[in-house]
């Protein structure tokens, strides 16, 4: 388990960084927090030859609420974010979600915008940008583009990053007062990542028979190749009372998510779980 | 984790000296071994070492059509390429069976495969480079073909005989075993009731923090062969070199350095091992190997894979008539060296029924050969098996007659006076067990009543809780009937020197190695406690074939018993010689004086005569103020081989408290109790730490660990990431208490402790888990019980 051997290089600006990945073309690998990408070359499953360390970047970490809006940087640890009273107040979901990432050694390390250029479909931050609709700023030489995350991750492992481009930030539309948010997933040991998981959000507001849900998002994790936004149980649950919601989501929930087994969960034990875990998300928006 | 429940106190009776024996004193080695100041084989760094690396079959069967090692020489730092033709002219193959294991058989194992890799992982060359890296990047460039054979992954099809792995041995059996007791059938027909059910034992390996290392330096000048080994048998390997490599056996020397854990996985001979061996031999310089973690998952031994049936007759009464057990364990495609991989299956007839005074017994039991990587003893061998499949079946019988599982094991436990005890059916004998105070002191421990009461309340609100208790009796301080008698050269016996210093310290050298569980630290308290110094005046010294006593090394329980009586012995004859030269200085008589704190004292009025130090100066340096012709012994060795048992068996029992989630499958574990026996608790830190790591390791095989295997015997999980470990989120609070059974075979009294907790883990978590389920109408009867499996038994996937 020794990586084969590579350059490293550790550029002091988004300039340097664009030269450097345009001179390598292919060959070279962009580093962040180092937590998926390490652990894979020393697996050999790449052998890129040049590793270019985004960290030294000024400018790419840090969190910044606007009233509407919440920017994170794309070399904003996990950790930071978990423990960000700014995340907290404004968006719960992220905030929840973040302690089930890993252990406490990883979250110090890696980072947001890592997590979403891995794509890892079992990871947490896809899925919540997923339910939050947030919005990958991406740039490169030729400049900086938007890209919404619910088109961002296009198969496994597979995004719309184009090569010598750079996750730079995320902007995530803070949902209205009344909305609620839900994390929950179901994982074997604390900090695996999970057999699947859900982010729920949904405006909780007086219905006829008590509080109804509007605005209901559900994105799960772990159970298909990218983050799966579940539109049809969305329709089905919107309106209606927890409840009912629930029941209704978790009847057409087989419309959305196809999963495939893992090594430990078959395909229908997942498809009985993620519906197991859309009733007690919706539950917990309405309680 | 809890305080203890109780601190075990000294056993009234107990032959030992005082001193320090029964305290929790803190090891020396762990401020060390904490500080990251250890040194492991990987750290060492030695001129023109050389490291090697494997290229490994990618196949579970296959037979190798061409390899060719020539672009790989190539390669940068590459020192040496070497098939399995080259390494056999230097390192002799290996046949693992034992004489006492009648009819067992195995093919011969070579450190490197010749024509032939017969599971996933066998190494087929290997690569010497300047560095670990450039070996690795040097085995992309070796060309293999292959024609893949078919690969039986099946231990019923192994068994049916599908296909037969070597032809030469006509089948695929290993070994088998059959016993039944006499009048049988005619005691079975009696029985009101018989229960039966089978259950399936996943395959696990243990996972130590340091891997398997080894560097071996062969110096040609004087034809030796000097190993540094993270061994659990250094004495063991040493023989196994000097006959396997054609070196005297005093012309190689085995070295442990700091060991970062064992469990059994390193008490065996490896293939890849004793090849780095012999390729030191032939390169005439030191070469190293470090497993890493993906080796480590593919060669290091598995354990466990069984499938059992096993019947339990009983009165209505609630009487245990006897067992019925048709056993089925695979263990890859060679028995391991050369402790055979028979042991574990044969353990699990001999210990099936263990704690109950049933006298009829029938057994069959089969270990076949797979194309899977090898399983071999690893903690607790045949132990979590037997008292698992025990344990289900005496909840079964329990809730067929209505009973409480503690009330019919109370009915059927072997009774605390019936002792010595050699009714029990399989044939073993036990010399004092405590089943009943045991059990008396678990359920007090855990409040079991009002535990039952709470779960009560709570199931009717939809909470579903499980209790689930696991009597058992552990396997130590074994003697020669173990391995011996079967012809291994694995000595049953250890040996302690201890030795006085002129400062007054003392240095104790012992054949029980340390693998991070203390055994240096029980040694050193063993020592201090016999001569009469304080604790920081000892220094243990474990793990060196060139300095320590020979002995057997650490396995199956024994450091604490074996090796702790011999460094006794050491004590008090050391002591003996001491106060001899005590008495020529001070020109007393010798049965006035005693040795306290680092003084020679007056026995009655304790007042200090001499220091240590003194006497240590005199006696080295000044024989010459000494009476003539007096000479001081001042260095003294002990042995000891346990010999009137087999094996000194011990006991406990284990709980534990569960919460299910019949929703998604998923077992909470509440709280874990354990009370067990070892006789004489040494240190009760160190005996509680050793039963919660066990605990840990069985709550492993209960819930999270297995070796998930493909079809085509492809090792799905071999990571850290897919192999799941047992870690402290999911781990309850374990709590510990003993019962003081002292052995009255040795002086010391002491039974093992390292494997108790891995025996009964499994048991008292499964009978858990299945007492939650059972409003519910379901049981889980294989391990690990993974969510998976808990909604399949509902009947939810
Ligand atoms: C034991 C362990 C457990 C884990 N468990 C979880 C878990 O439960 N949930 C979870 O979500 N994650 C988990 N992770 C992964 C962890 O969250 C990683 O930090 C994350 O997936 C990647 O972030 P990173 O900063 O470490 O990226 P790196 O490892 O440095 O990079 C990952 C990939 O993204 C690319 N990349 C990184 N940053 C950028 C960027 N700004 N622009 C473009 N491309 C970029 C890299 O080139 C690389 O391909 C675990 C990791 C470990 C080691």
Same mark, same amino acid.
Not at chain 2, 163 to 179: A, M, Q, S, T, W
């Given at each position: 388990m020794k990586p084969p051997s590579f350059a490293y290089a550790r550029p002091g600006s988004l300039a340097e960084a664009f030269d450097l990945l345009e001179r390598h073309g292919e060959d070279a690998k962009v580093l962040a927090g180092g937590q998926s990408l390490i652990a894979t070359l020393n697996m050999r499953l790449s052998s890129p030859a040049v590793l270019v360390d985004v960290t030294g970047i000024p400018g790419l970490a840090g969190i910044a609420a606007a009233k509407d809006k919440v920017r994170i940087g794309a070399l904003t640890t996990h950790r930071a974010v978990e423990r960000s009273a700014e995340i907290g107040a404004t968006l719960p979901l992220l905030a929840q979600a973040a302690r089930h990432i890993a252990h406490v050694a990883i979250r110090n390390v890696g980072t947001f915008g890592g997590s979403l250029a891995m794509a890892d479909p079992a990871a947490e931050w896809p899925a919540c940008c997923v339910a939050l609709d947030a919005e990958l700023v991406l740039a490169s030489r030729a400049g900086e583009r938007r890209v919404k995350a619910r088109t961002f991750f296009r198969g496994l492992y597979e995004t719309d990053l184009k090569p010598g481009e750079l996750v730079t930030a995320v902007e995530i539309p803070v949902p209205g007062k009344d909305h609620r948010a839900s994390f929950m997933e179901l994982a074997r040991r604390v900090g695996d990542y999970a057999i699947v998981g859900v982010a729920a959000l949904a405006r909780a507001g007086a219905g006829k028979s008590g509080k109804a849900l509007t605005d209901v998002r559900l994105a799960y994790l772990g159970v298909g190749p990218t983050p799966m936004l579940a539109t049809q149980a969305m329709a089905a649950a919107e309106g209606k009372p927890a409840a009912d919601a629930a029941a209704a989501a978790q009847a057409a929930l087989d419309r959305d998510l196809k999963p495939t087994a893992d090594l430990h969960t078959s395909a229908a034990a997942k498809m009985h779980l993620a519906r197991v875990l859309t009733g007690r998300a919706l539950a917990a928006l309405a309680a | 984790?809890?305080?203890?429940?109780?601190?075990?106190?000294?056993?009234?009776?107990?032959?030992?000296?005082?001193?320090?024996?029964?305290?929790?004193?803190?090891?020396?080695?762990?401020?060390?071994?904490?500080?990251?100041?250890?040194?492991?084989?990987?750290?060492?760094?030695? !001129?023109? $070492? #050389?490291?090697?690396?494997?290229?490994?079959?990618?196949?579970?069967?296959?037979?190798?059509?061409?390899?060719?090692?020539?672009?790989?020489?190539?390669?940068?730092?590459?020192?040496?390429?070497?098939?399995?033709?080259?390494?056999?002219?230097?390192?002799? !193959?290996?046949?693992?069976?034992?004489?006492?294991?009648?009819?067992?058989?195995?093919?011969?194992?070579?450190?490197?495969?010749?024509?032939?890799?017969?599971?996933?992982?066998?190494?087929?060359? #290997?690569?010497?480079?300047?560095?670990?890296?450039?070996?690795?990047?040097?085995?992309?460039?070796? +060309?293999?073909?292959?024609?893949? $054979?078919?690969?039986?992954?099946?231990?019923?099809?192994?068994? %049916?005989?599908?296909?037969?792995?070597?032809?030469?041995?006509?089948?695929?059996?290993?070994?088998?075993?059959?016993?039944?007791?006499?009048?049988?059938?005619?005691?079975?027909?009696?029985?009101?009731?018989?229960?039966?059910?089978?259950?399936?034992?996943?395959?696990?390996?243990?996972?130590? =923090?340091?891997?398997?290392?080894?560097?071996?330096?062969?110096?040609?000048?004087?034809?030796?062969?000097?190993?540094?080994?993270?061994?659990?048998?250094?004495?063991?390997?040493?023989?196994?070199?000097?006959?396997?490599?054609?070196?005297?056996?005093?012309?190689?020397?085995?070295?442990?350095?700091?060991?970062?854990?064992?469990?059994?996985?390193?008490?065996?001979?490896? %293939?890849?091992?004793?090849?780095?061996?012999?390729?030191?031999?032939?390169?005439?310089?030191?070469?190293?190997?470090?497993?890493?973690?993906?080796?480590?998952?593919?060669?290091?031994?598995?354990?466990?894979?069984?499938?059992?049936?096993?019947?339990?007759?009983?009165?209505?009464?609630?009487?245990?008539? &006897?067992?019925?057990?048709?056993?089925?364990?695979?263990?890859?495609?060679?028995?391991?060296?050369?402790?055979?991989?028979?042991?574990?299956?044969?353990?699990?007839?001999?210990?099936?029924? &263990?704690?109950?005074?049933?006298?009829?017994?029938?057994?069959?039991?089969?270990?076949?050969?797979?194309?899977?990587?090898?399983?071999?003893?690893?903690?607790?061998?045949?132990?979590?098996?037997?008292?698992? $499949?025990?344990?289900?079946?005496?909840?079964?019988?329990?809730?067929?007659?209505?009973?409480?599982?503690?009330?019919?094991?109370?009915?059927?436990?072997?009774?605390?006076?019936?002792?010595?005890?050699?009714?029990?059916?399989?044939?073993?004998?036990?010399?004092? /067990?405590?089943?009943?105070?045991?059990?008396?002191?678990?359920?007090? =421990?855990?409040?079991?009543?009002?535990?039952?009461?709470?779960?009560?309340?709570?199931?009717?609100?939809?909470?579903?809780?499980?209790?689930? /208790?696991?009597?058992?009796? +552990?396997?130590?301080?074994?003697?020669?009937?173990?391995?011996?008698?079967?012809?291994?050269?694995?000595?049953?016996?250890?040996?302690?020197?201890?030795?006085?210093?002129?400062?007054?310290?003392?240095?104790?050298?012992?054949?029980?190695?340390?693998?991070?569980?203390?055994?240096?630290?029980?040694?050193?308290?063993? %020592?201090?406690?016999?001569?009469?110094?304080?604790?920081?005046?000892?220094?243990?010294?474990?793990?060196?074939?060139?300095?320590? !006593?020979?002995?057997?090394?650490?396995?199956?329980?024994? &450091?604490?018993?074996?090796?702790?009586?011999?460094?006794?012995? %050491? &004590?008090?004859?050391?002591?003996?010689?001491?106060?001899?030269?005590?008495?020529?200085? =001070?020109?007393?008589?010798? #049965?006035?004086?005693?040795?306290?704190?680092?003084?020679?004292?007056?026995?009655?009025?304790?007042e200090p005569k001499l220091s240590l130090a003194e006497l240590g100066r005199i006696a080295y340096f000044r024989p010459d103020t000494l009476p003539p012709k007096f000479q001081s012994e001042l260095t003294v060795t002990r042995h000891y081989t346990p010999r009137d048992y087999a094996f000194t068996f011990t006991n406990g029992i284990q709980a534990s408290l569960v919460e299910v989630d019949p929703d998604t499958g998923f077992v909470k574990l509440l709280k874990h109790w354990c009370v067990e026996d070892c006789g004489t608790v040494i240190n009760p830190m160190l005996v509680d730490e050793q039963i919660r790591g066990g605990v840990v390791q069985g709550i492993g095989a209960a819930l999270f660990e297995e070796c998930l295997y493909g079809p085509d015997g492809q090792l799905l999980n071999g990571n850290m990431a897919d192999y799941l470990v047992p870690m402290c989120g999911e781990m309850p609070d374990i709590v510990v208490a003993h019962v003081e059974t002292p052995t009255k075979q040795s002086a010391l009294g002491a039974k093992g402790a390292g494997e108790a907790g891995t025996a009964g883990a499994p048991g008292a978590v499964m009978n858990a888990i299945n007492d939650a389920l059972a409003p519910l109408g379901a049981r889980v009867t294989v391990q690990p019980a993974t969510p998976e499996r808990i909604l399949e038994a509902l009947g939810k996937v």
């Open positions: - | 984790m809890n305080a203890r429940a109780e601190l075990p106190l000294h056993a009234p009776g107990t032959q030992v000296d005082k001193g320090y024996i029964g305290q929790s004193v803190p090891r020396e080695n762990a401020k060390r071994l904490l500080q990251g100041r250890g040194s492991y084989i990987d750290d060492l760094r030695f !001129p023109r $070492l #050389a490291h090697v690396v494997f290229f490994r079959s990618p196949h579970a069967h296959a037979r190798i059509r061409k390899l060719d090692l020539a672009q790989a020489a190539r390669q940068p730092g590459v020192i040496a390429c070497f098939d399995g033709r080259a390494v056999a002219e230097y390192c002799t !193959p290996w046949i693992a069976v034992l004489g006492h294991l009648k009819g067992i058989k195995s093919a011969p194992q070579h450190p490197i495969a010749i024509e032939r890799a017969c599971w996933q992982g066998e190494a087929v060359a #290997a690569i010497v480079a300047e560095s670990r890296a450039q070996g690795e990047d040097a085995l992309a460039h070796v +060309e293999a073909e292959w024609e893949e $054979l078919p690969a039986l992954t099946d231990m019923r099809e192994s068994l %049916a005989g599908k296909y037969v792995i070597h032809p030469d041995l006509g089948d695929n059996v290993c070994f088998k075993r059959e016993l039944v007791t006499e009048g049988f059938d005619a005691a079975w027909a009696k029985a009101d009731i018989v229960v039966e059910e089978s259950y399936k034992f996943g395959r696990h390996t243990g996972v130590t =923090l340091e891997g398997r290392a080894i560097l071996a330096d062969y110096n040609a000048a004087d034809h030796s062969l000097t190993v540094y080994h993270n061994t659990q048998a250094p004495h063991m390997m040493q023989d196994i070199f000097s006959r396997h490599l054609g070196i005297p056996e005093g012309n190689v020397r085995v070295v442990c350095k700091d060991v970062g854990g064992s469990f059994g996985i390193k008490v065996h001979v490896y %293939a890849d091992e004793m090849a780095t061996a012999a390729i030191s031999v032939m390169l005439r310089r030191p070469v190293k190997f470090v497993a890493d973690r993906l080796e480590s998952f593919l060669t290091d031994i598995h354990a466990r894979e069984h499938e059992v049936t096993v019947r339990l007759a009983c009165t209505k009464g609630g009487d245990i008539i &006897g067992f019925d057990l048709d056993d089925l364990t695979a263990i890859g495609p060679y028995s391991v060296y050369p402790r055979t991989s028979g042991i574990e299956g044969n353990q699990v007839v001999n210990l099936t029924g &263990g704690p109950y005074r049933h006298k009829h017994y029938r057994a069959k039991m089969h270990v076949v050969f797979t194309n899977k990587n090898l399983t071999c003893q690893y903690r607790a061998v045949g132990h979590p098996i037997a008292m698992a $499949l025990t344990e289900a079946i005496v909840d079964r019988a329990a809730a067929e007659i209505g009973l409480d599982p503690a009330e019919f094991r109370r009915r059927n436990l072997i009774p605390d006076d019936a002792y010595p005890y050699s009714e029990f059916p399989s044939g073993i004998k036990f010399e004092r /067990l405590s089943h009943h105070q045991c059990l008396d002191k678990l359920l007090a =421990l855990m409040d079991y009543k009002e535990l039952r009461a709470e779960q009560a309340a709570l199931r009717k609100q939809g909470i579903h809780r499980g209790i689930g /208790l696991a009597a058992m009796i +552990e396997v130590t301080n074994p003697s020669p009937a173990f391995y011996g008698v079967g012809g291994a050269r694995i000595s049953a016996q250890d040996g302690a020197t201890l030795r006085l210093e002129p400062t007054g310290m003392l240095t104790v050298m012992c054949s029980v190695t340390e693998q991070g569980q203390g055994t240096d630290g029980i040694f050193a308290q063993i %020592a201090a406690s016999a001569v009469g110094v304080t604790l920081d005046k000892v220094r243990v010294i474990t793990g060196d074939t060139g300095v320590t !006593p020979y002995g057997g090394g650490t396995w199956a329980s024994r &450091g604490a018993g074996i090796g702790g009586e011999a460094v006794l012995q %050491a &004590g008090r004859a050391l002591r003996s010689n001491m106060l001899d030269v005590a008495a020529a200085i =001070l020109s007393a008589d010798k #049965a006035e004086l005693d040795i306290v704190g680092n003084e020679v004292v007056n026995k009655l009025t304790q």
